[in-house]
């Protein structure tokens, strides 16, 4: 036993009815099940958050279908690399052994020379690329080879997901189920893993080895007891990453601009892409200060332009100038809740029609049956400003922008009340 791989390699599912989660791809009668059921594969990205089974999805893909599978890693691998993995996929191609499937995880860290050199052999068809991705591939991934793939959004797993494959692993594992296990409470194990499956099994190992003996009973208390302090040291394949842009955020957010300067330090020196970090002070910027603070958004595109025009060392001036004027900055983020709470409501309520009055009436006829009849132009009013109804008539009145306390944002309040009157109770 004492040779055998971690818990998480030896529960690693080996076909589509082991995977767990993304349903809404793998599923019965779901676009990439179909896709892989009928052999005709597209070269495909898979975005989506760490942990979630990318790379076991891609390896279950070629196992399906019988092809040979060549697996890189974007942050060891370099332009001679993949040149050398294609020439061998194109002689096992030419060997009638099937199209080859080459699996690149972390595509984003790919240079533009590097992904060019993969766009080539995907042209010529030579192997059928799933590159791996938790950045935005419309960001990170080359036009031209991004248009010769398909897009497969992966989603976080549920809580429910992550309790049954914590189950699974007690009633199915070599080594676990000659063990009696019982898990009384699994919101540690959860916690720490962040949604990530992998980890989620390394944290169950960690603390069932801890506490020892045959039988053994999880607490959240002896779960964190035993794996809170082991985990950083027991997972080393690359998870500091996010747990580090994690802390980097929440210090940030949290407005401590020594800790946030310190875990900038941290990416710098570990070699992290600039852009990545200033893409993330761009996404801050507007969820977490928004209208408390606007210029903090201007700041942060400012910051990705320098960024990207002078690269490192620096880069690391400018990133450290945003990183401190944001973590210092005023906070809110009614603007990231309003638009939260707006989705919810469409998802909630579905097409509902757009009031008669402001309607788009580009053609007789549609004035003729009321499209745009008594719309009042705000301008030609006091204020520029007229309280006619802008939402459907079944959502008047309904409150999603709720301004934050804060100066700013105080104002806006004031204006939408004076404005508004009782009509969403600002």
């Known amino acids: 036993m004492q040779n055998l791989p971690p818990l998480a390699e030896r529960m690693r599912p080996q076909n589509l009815d082991e995977y767990v ?20 594969l597209p070269s495909m990205i898979f975005w989506g958050p760490p942990g979630v089974g990318k790379t076991t999805l891609a390896y279950i893909i070629s196992q399906s279908l019988d092809r040979p599978f060549f697996n890189l890693s974007a942050i060891n691998s370099g332009v001679k690399d993949i040149r050398d993995v294609i020439d061998k996929a194109a002689a096992l191609k030419d060997s009638f052994l099937g199209l080859p499937i080459l699996f690149i995880d972390e595509i984003h860290r790919f240079s533009k020379s590097q992904q060019d050199s993969l766009l080539g052999a995907v042209e010529r068809g030579l192997v059928t690329l799933i590159g791996a991705t938790t950045e935005n591939p419309s960001f990170e991934v080359i036009s031209a080879l991004l248009s010769r793939c398909q897009v497969y959004i992966l989603q976080a797993l549920s809580e429910n997901e992550l309790v049954g494959l914590l189950q699974t692993a007690i009633e199915k594992d070599v080594v676990l189920k000659e063990k009696n296990i019982k898990i009384k409470e699994h919101e540690a194990l959860i916690r720490l893993s962040g949604g990530d499956a992998r980890k989620l099994l390394n944290v169950l190992e960690i603390a069932i080895n801890g506490i020892g003996g045959s039988k053994i009973e999880l ?34 957010r949290g407005s401590d601009p020594n800790a946030a300067v310190y875990w900038l330090a941290r990416m710098i020196e570990g070699g992290e892409d600039p852009l990545f970090i200033a893409r993330r002070l761009l996404i801050l910027s507007s969820e977490d200060i928004g209208n408390a603070n606007p210029n903090a958004l201007l700041l942060a595109n400012n910051c990705f332009t320098a960024v990207n025009v002078i690269g490192y060392p620096e880069a690391r001036i400018i990133l450290s100038q945003c990183v401190t004027y944001l973590a210092s900055s005023v906070k809110s983020n009614a603007s990231y809740e309003a638009i939260n709470k ?6 909630q309520t579905g097409n509902l029609p757009v009031p008669l009055h402001i309607r788009n009436a580009p053609t007789k006829l549609m004035k003729n049956i009321g499209y745009g009849k008594d719309y009042q132009y705000s301008h030609s009013y006091e204020g520029n400003f007229s309280p006619q109804e802008y939402m459907p008539e079944e959502l008047s009145g309904t409150k999603l922008y709720d301004p934050g306390k804060n100066p700013a944002e105080e104002k806006l309040r004031e204006k939408l009340k004076q404005n508004w009157k009782n009509k969403y109770n600002y």
């Not at 707006?342 to 998802?347: D, E, G, H, S, T």
Request: aromatic share 4%.
């Open 21 to 40: 989660g993304q349903r809404h791809l793998v599923g019965k009668d779901a676009v990439l099940r179909k896709a892989i059921e009928s052999g005709q």
């Open 219 to 252: 607490t959240n208390e002896r779960v964190l007891a035993h794996a809170q302090q082991n985990l950083a040291l027991y997972d080393k394949a690359g998870e500091q990453h996010y747990d580090i842009i994690s802390a980097f955020i929440k210090s940030i």
């Open 342 to 347: 707006a989705q919810a409501l469409v998802k």
